[in-house]
């Protein structure tokens, strides 16, 4: 790998890196932006989220984008925007996305401070004919998912846990088999990607890096930042290109101040091994 480059810098936090349609788009928390850079580093507002702290984006097949936050919504071709699916029965507030290549919908969230009774993340299932169910609970904040390029995998990054767990994917878009996919002792995984060895890239804003890992526990891969990485991505034209969304973090009681401060960046180093599966 060669060094970190910057390519956007001046942001507030930056979330949820997906490669879309030759850029980078992502959620730029504390605005109510998300944004689409090339790389060449030229960007531009390309549609309007929530504006707080905790949401992401990702696609349907049919290129209508998923919005989460205290809801699920999804931008219309006419710039509407309407509620995807009501989650409310389930829980309040959504935070990571990941639509899988059948068009299954993946969503976390639920109460993310530490429970009396043991965790309370959940993952919801939104499937293609709209019908919604929660299909896991117990999660120690879950944050970051993927699913693997034959869809039978969903991956989620446990950041109070410090590991990444793994589900079975049934063909209803169910999940089952829970596991333990890689530990990641003294580590808080956020955002991930995938990639063609069957690794995953996982960045932590504490440790203020971005990790490579194999299933089982294996560290193949660390980038040292100067500030925290809040998620990763692999892009580009031949998904070689890990692009790294970091910021300074100073806790939520001084989420407006580190807002102003515009410490976010997006940086970009090349990557060994394409990217694969979604997003």
Not at 63 to 71: A, D, I, K, Q
Not at 173 to 178: E, P
Not at 205 to 231: M, P, Q, S, Y
Not at 259 to 270: E, K
Request: proline residues 5%; hydrophobic residues 45%.
């Amino acid at each position: 790998m060669n060094e970190l480059r910057v390519l956007l810098r001046d942001l507030a936090y930056v979330e949820s890196p997906r490669w879309h349609e030759g850029r980078l788009w992502f959620a730029h928390w504390g605005t109510d932006e998300i944004i689409a850079v090339d790389l060449e580093g030229r960007s531009e507002v390309a549609a309007n989220g929530p504006g707080d702290l905790g949401w992401s984006i990702d696609w349907l097949p049919d290129g209508r984008l998923l919005v989460t936050g205290p809801e699920l919504v999804r931008h219309e071709p006419d710039g509407s925007v309407v509620q995807h699916a009501d989650l409310s029965d389930i829980a309040d507030g959504w935070n990571e996305i990941v639509v899988d290549g059948r068009g299954n919908v993946y969503v976390n969230g639920g109460n993310f401070a530490p429970a009396e009774n043991g965790p309370a993340g959940v993952v919801a299932l939104i499937r293609p004919d709209g019908s919604v169910r929660q299909v896991a609970d117990g999660l120690a904040f879950p944050n970051g998912m993927a699913v693997t390029p034959d869809n039978r995998t969903l991956i989620v990054a446990e950041s109070w846990a410090e590991q990444l767990t793994a589900f079975d994917v049934a063909d209803d878009g169910t999940l089952s088999g829970r596991r333990l996919w890689a530990a990641t002792p003294g580590d808080h995984p956020d955002g991930i990607c995938l990639d063609a060895d069957g690794a995953v890239w996982y960045a932590d804003v504490g440790n203020a890096h971005c990790v490579r890992v194999r299933e089982g526990g294996e560290v193949l891969t660390t980038v040292a930042l100067d500030r925290g990485a809040f998620a990763c991505m692999l892009g580009g034209g031949d998904g070689r290109t890990l692009f790294v969304l970091a910021a300074e973090w100073r806790g939520f009681e001084h989420a407006a101040e580190a807002i102003a401060d515009r410490t976010g960046q997006v940086l970009v180093v090349n990557a060994l091994s394409p990217r694969a599966g979604w997003p």
